[in-house]
């Protein structure tokens, strides 16, 4: 994913990790999915790859506040990316 533009397969790879074994995640994910993952960024998909190969309940924390985020996952990206995955969620740091 080195382009601002992702190729389909790159999109089907990401819609393809998106699926996951929690309903509030899989909701969630697909809600983000449709609205912003065409437009995200390089930094952006970077972060995103990131959180899909957390375990579905630390990443749902992660998203929802009920677990900070890591010092070493702190970046504009990170932050970015899970405002836009949870609006009304300020991502706070560890």
């Not at 382009?3 to 309903?23: A, H, P, Q, V, Y």
């Not at 929802?64 to 899970?82: P, V, Y």
Request: net charge negative; aromatic share 8%; with cysteine.
């Amino acid at each position: 994913m080195t382009d601002t533009i992702m190729t389909d397969t790159e999109k089907r790879r990401l819609s393809w990790r998106c699926r996951r074994g929690l309903l509030e995640l899989d909701i969630l994910l697909q809600r983000f999915a449709e609205q912003y993952l065409a437009d995200l960024n390089p930094e952006e998909l970077a972060a995103f790859d990131v959180l899909l190969d957390f375990p579905d309940n630390e990443f749902l924390d992660m998203v929802t506040g009920k677990a900070q985020l890591k010092k070493d996952l702190n970046s504009h990206a990170m932050q970015t990316l899970i405002f836009k995955l949870n609006p009304v969620y300020e991502p706070s740091i560890q």
